[in-house]
């Protein structure tokens, strides 16, 4: 029997404590945390909770707004994209979490990147 990345991770216990410390992070980060400003925490991290748990293949089934439709509003850019699966990448190592289960949770998310980045990047100034 193949075990989920769920379970691989230490299920729901496990996974609370790491939507915990990742928005201990991202709380902490001066790009990431405006994005949180006026957002009844409890209930973000629930569902974050809830869909990762559904996501990693745990027994838990998601029913929450599409990733798109969630952020769109959001003006949600590559940079703090980036930054924030670099604090999961983060809490991860901190949970003692291997780096090949870690990097199969990073590479089950890296879809997403697509639905929930929509601020336009930066242009760069032409240089002579």
């Not at 990762?52 to 439709?69: N, S, T």
Request: hydrophobic share 50%.
């Amino acid at each position: 029997m193949r075990t989920t990345i769920f379970a691989a991770l230490g299920g729901s216990d496990r996974l609370a404590a790491a939507v915990d410390r990742l928005y201990d992070r991202l709380l902490a980060d001066a790009v990431v945390a405006p994005y949180f400003d006026r957002v009844a925490l409890p209930r973000l991290k629930a569902h974050l909770r809830t869909f990762l748990a559904a996501a990693l293949g745990g027994p838990h089934l998601y029913r929450g707004r599409d990733m798109r439709v969630a952020h769109a509003q959001l003006g949600v850019t590559a940079e703090a994209w980036s930054r924030t699966v670099d604090h999961l990448a983060g809490v991860l190592a901190d949970l003692g979490v291997d780096s090949a289960l870690a990097g199969d949770v990073l590479a089950l998310l890296a879809p997403l990147r697509d639905q929930i980045v929509s601020a336009p990047a930066q242009s760069l100034p032409l240089t002579a």
